[in-house]
């Protein structure tokens, strides 16, 4: 008798809510064309804030995404992340019909650097404001960095492993790591990624704590990694999530396979110790690799983590330099999240959605607002770039130590 | 003292307090169904509770979030108001 075939995880769907698009075509759109939407905060409340450029979404309308009992009971973070939910079922043509013969076969994963916090505001307002008693029962869940997971399976009526990865940005990468390895245990459908919404007074004022957070005041020029102009990160809200699938159901049931996860790895290095992060984003990026079975000149484009603090950036190209060899001085790499804003844990999932659809179209999308790199790195810059590509690199560091890897193979449909 | 809890007060604050809409006069039909049922989860109905004792200033019965119906739910929260008068 022959060992049965290891399963593997395929992309395929994508949901974006994006600060460049509401939608994944939007997105990508504006990705690939290196169209910049950083500008100023213009949130209620946030305007005398000394953080003054962010990537707000703002093409988005709550109520015309989800059901009003989840504009009463969530966050925003939890309403993009229903509705990245539902742009990705749809575009993987997994409809109400379909999960619901199996609810157990399908699970959801998601990632939180900062949960429900504009929900939770206004609850901790009222109970200093007016009172205890003016305290809603759902801030006991909105806040939570769960609450999106729980939404999107109670509201799918899912009933497969459900989990929830806290680690940071780069936890992004790790949910879907999570969700590769539930497939290849055998759950066939894991509802993947993180959304964040940041962007609100009480979130704000907590990240005015980091010092790599960007202050500056111009929006062409507050974030601008691998440059000596690199002064800090801007932060964003939105996200995305994928749907991942066992490939072999996912073909048995007629889906087009998109990508395929093919390796990841995280490591750990101390919160803000960049230049320790070279020696552990090596590791992440040597253990991804390793686990997909990809020599390092396999690796077409690179995703970069693109903090925008000059130690920082220079322990990233280090890494990729220790990680690939030569071939890292050669690879082209690519930060498009200069053009939206690093949205937390949601940041490394849009680098992954990103990827796929660059895998997909044979472009790399530019890195907006950078030029004269001064790293030894062939950034992608000005104008996407056509290539051939098949595999694709997405790494993500957190502010709080998290470095991890993901490897991304191109489907075949 | 109180006027009891009208069906109506009750849909209203079913919105209010967990955002589902159940019209009044279908809330009259259903009043035997179970609040999940109607979509009113155990925080939604913890949420009506808190929202009538800011009312009425005064605290309902411990098993007014415990119930399991409309009906069952006016019932008590009615009897306990007209004790309390």
């Not at chain 1, 004269?372 to 051939?388: N, P, S, W």
């Not at chain 2, 006069?25 to 800011?54: M, P, T, Y």
Request: charged share 20%; hydrophobic share 40%; aromatic share 6%.
């Amino acid at each position: 008798m022959s060992e049965p075939q290891p399963r593997r995880a395929a992309v395929t769907g994508i949901g974006v809510i994006a600060p460049n698009g509401p939608s994944t075509e939007s997105f990508w759109k504006s990705t690939q064309e290196g169209i910049s939407v950083l500008d100023r905060v213009t949130r209620e409340g946030c305007e005398h804030l000394p953080l003054r450029v962010a990537g707000e979404v703002r093409d988005f309308e709550p109520s015309e995404a989800v059901e009003e009992r989840h504009l009463v009971q969530t966050d925003r973070f939890t309403h993009f992340a229903l509705a990245a939910s539902d742009l990705a079922l749809d575009d993987a043509r997994l409809g109400q019909a379909d999960t619901g013969q199996a609810p157990f076969s399908v699970g959801v994963v998601t990632a939180a650097g900062s949960g429900g916090g504009e929900f939770g505001q206004r609850e901790l307002q009222q109970l200093w404001g007016k009172g205890s008693r003016y305290v809603g029962p759902y801030q006991s869940i909105a806040w939570f960095y769960a609450a999106s997971t729980g939404q999107i399976s109670i509201r799918r009526g899912f009933k497969g492993p459900c989990s929830v990865v806290a680690a940071d940005e780069a936890g992004g990468l790790d949910a879907l790591a999570h969700a590769a390895r539930a497939a290849r245990r055998g759950t066939d459908v894991i509802v993947a990624g993180a959304t964040e919404a940041p962007l609100a007074p009480y979130s704000m004022v907590c990240q005015l704590g980091y010092r790599e957070l960007s202050t500056a005041q111009d929006p062409a020029r507050a974030y601008r990694p691998f440059t000596a102009e690199a002064c800090g990160f801007v932060p964003a809200e939105g996200g995305a999530m994928l749907v991942v699938e066992d490939e072999r159901a996912a073909r048995e049931r007629g889906a087009s396979v998109r990508a395929t996860v093919a390796g990841h790895a995280a490591t750990f290095t101390g919160a803000s110790r960049w230049a320790e992060s070279r020696h552990g984003l090596t590791r992440a990026i040597g253990g991804a690799l390793e686990e997909a079975g990809c020599a390092p000149g396999e690796i077409d484009v690179v995703f970069a983590d693109a903090l925008g603090i000059p130690e920082a950036d220079r322990a990233e190209a280090l890494a990729i330099a220790d990680a690939l060899g030569a071939h890292g001085g050669r690879v082209p790499v690519t930060a498009p999240k200069t053009g939206i804003g690093r949205g937390y844990c949601a940041a490394s999932v849009l680098d992954a959605a990103a990827a796929v659809l660059a895998m997909e179209h044979g472009l790399i999308p530019p890195t907006p607002n950078v030029f004269d790199v001064c790293h030894d790195l062939d950034l992608v810059t000005g104008r996407a770039r056509a290539a051939e590509l098949r595999t694709a690199l997405i790494i993500s560091r957190g502010l709080m130590g998290s470095n991890s890897a993901l490897v991304l193979r191109r489907g075949t449909p | 003292m109180s006027e009891p809890i009208t069906v109506e007060e009750l849909s209203e604050l079913m919105k209010k307090a967990a955002g589902v809409t159940v019209a009044p006069g279908e809330l009259q039909e259903r009043s035997d169904s179970g609040f999940d049922a109607l979509g009113i989860d155990s925080l939604g109905l913890l949420g009506v509770v808190g929202e009538l004792e800011k009312r009425y200033g005064t605290p309902l019965p411990p098993d007014a979030e415990r119930c399991k119906t409309p009906r069952q739910f006016l019932d008590l929260v009615n009897g306990a108001l007209v004790a309390g008068a």
